[in-house]
Nanobody, 124 residues
Framework: QVQLVESGGGLVQAGGSLRLSCAAS????????MSWFRQAPGKEREFVAS????????YYADSVKGRFTISKTNAKNTVYLQMNSLKPEDTAVYYC?????????????????WGQGTQVTVSS
């Protein structure tokens, strides 16, 4: 049974930083793309960042490029999202997701496994 468990969300002032974690279990993720999405109230879920579990290459949404960094540790089966220079518009529930594929995708429907989400609130 695959489980993705996010943690690390919270309340932070604009300009601050947070690090989200996604602990993955239940299978080998070596052929998976791991991604972070976010969903603000009243808005659709949107892509944030991806990392290939196979070779560690990364891909980012333009809105977070240069501010957010996605990484992983194979030993702990954990994916991280380091978020710096946070803005109020980054406020959302952040979700970890996994897709069995070799190429990156930003489409929600391509991801089979999802975590429960963690709230990030950035105050102005």
């Amino acid at each position: 049974q695959v489980q993705l468990v996010e943690s690390g969300g919270g309340l932070v002032q604009a300009g601050g930083s947070l690090r989200l974690s996604c602990a993955a279990s239940g299978r080998t993720f070596s052929n998976y793309v791991m991604s972070w999405f976010r969903q603000a109230p009243g808005k659709e879920r949107e892509f944030v960042a991806s990392i290939s579990w196979t070779d560690g290459t990364t891909y980012y949404a333009d809105s977070v490029k240069g501010r957010f960094t996605i990484s992983k540790t194979n030993a702990k089966n954990t994916v991280y999202l380091q978020m710096n220079s946070l803005k109020p518009e980054d406020t959302a529930v952040y979700y970890c997701a996994a897709a069995l594929r070799f190429s990156f995708t930003t489409r929600v429907g391509d991801y089979r496994y999802w975590g429960q989400g963690t709230q990030v609130t950035v105050s102005s």
